[in-house]
């Protein structure tokens, strides 16, 4: 199943360098016309990748939307995965809140604990000021103004000196195989080094992010880590399968039930 995995992770950066047709691909990973069929197939599933005729090309890319319409779209959804994740922060912990706006919907979930927040999102650290008994730690950097959060190499020397108990994430789409999606080098570059520099790993996603792979750019997700969903379990079982422990919320409102795989 890895290597599989592996082979399709390297077809895509084959297919980006030119590499487009199944006899071409069937030569450089050494396998049959009908192994590389199948790849395509998965890959065309999980919209990496268009076919055409004899192989397939990278999927165009879907424009980002900005953080205001963001905010809205899900959003009973967001608030109930974003309250069962909270749920599993402890006080005197040290975490890790990622951009995007299902991590943002934490912070009124975490207002009342006792934390140090690492953070580089702006709008989480203006709804975290004034909270009592919460310590946060800004990661400087160049401002995306399209998710509100910074990222960059200043941000990335400064999470470098820090640690955490936990990290929490999101991302514009999220495959099994794959892990997340962003539209830019600087934010996976980022959060790969939240995942690294955390013991757990919390991947906060609604149900219309699984298996999307509406950007080109990928951070693979670690061995073991936590998916925070209201997807239904059946289509969180490829995540299962490839290392998840599962936390599935019901959107009901503003709040919802969490249950525990």
């Known amino acids: 199943m890895r290597r599989s995995r592996e082979r399709r992770m390297a077809m895509l950066e084959a297919i980006a360098s030119g590499?487009?047709?199944i006899k071409l691909l069937a030569e450089k990973f050494g396998v049959s016309f009908s192994t590389v069929?199948?790849?395509?197939?998965?890959?065309?599933?999980?919209?990496?990748?268009a076919r055409t005729y004899g192989g397939a090309m990278l999927a165009p890319c879907i424009q980002e939307e900005n953080y205001p319409v963001r905010e809205w779209q899900h959003r009973a959804a967001k608030q109930a995965i974003a309250q069962a994740a909270a749920a599993q922060v402890g006080d005197g912990e040290t975490i890790i809140l990622d951009g995007g706006s299902t991590v943002t919907s934490m912070?009124?979930?975490?207002y009342d604990k006792e934390l140090t927040v690492i953070t580089n999102n702006i709008k989480l650290t203006a709804i975290l000021a004034?909270?009592?008994?919460?310590?946060t730690i800004f990661l400087g950097g160049s401002i995306r103004p399209i998710s509100m959060?910074?990222?960059?190499?200043?941000?990335?020397d400064a999470l470098r000196c820090l640690t955490a108990d936990r990290a929490f994430t999101s991302g514009n789409g999220l495959v099994a195989d794959r892990g997340l999606c962003e539209a830019t080098m600087e934010q996976i570059s980022l959060k790969l080094l939240m995942m690294r520099q955390a013991k757990e790993t919390f991947v906060l996603v609604d149900a219309s992010k699984l298996g999307g792979a509406s950007q080109p750019v990928w951070a693979q997700l670690p061995l073991t880590w936590t998916l925070v969903t209201d997807a239904d379990e059946n289509l969180c079982l490829p995540f299962v399968?490839?290392?998840a422990r599962l936390l599935c919320v019901k959107a009901s409102g503003a709040d919802g039930d969490a249950r525990e795989e």
Do not use: T
């Not at 065309?44 to 990748?49: G, L, N, Q, R, T």
């Not at 004034?130 to 310590?135: F, H, Q, S």
């Open 19 to 21: 590499a487009n047709d």
């Open 37 to 49: 069929r199948r790849d395509l197939q998965r890959l065309s599933k999980e919209k990496a990748v």
């Open 107 to 110: 912070a009124r979930f975490l």
């Open 130 to 135: 004034d909270a009592p008994n919460i310590k």
């Open 149 to 156: 959060s910074a990222y960059g190499p200043f941000a990335e």
């Open 241 to 243: 399968q490839a290392g």
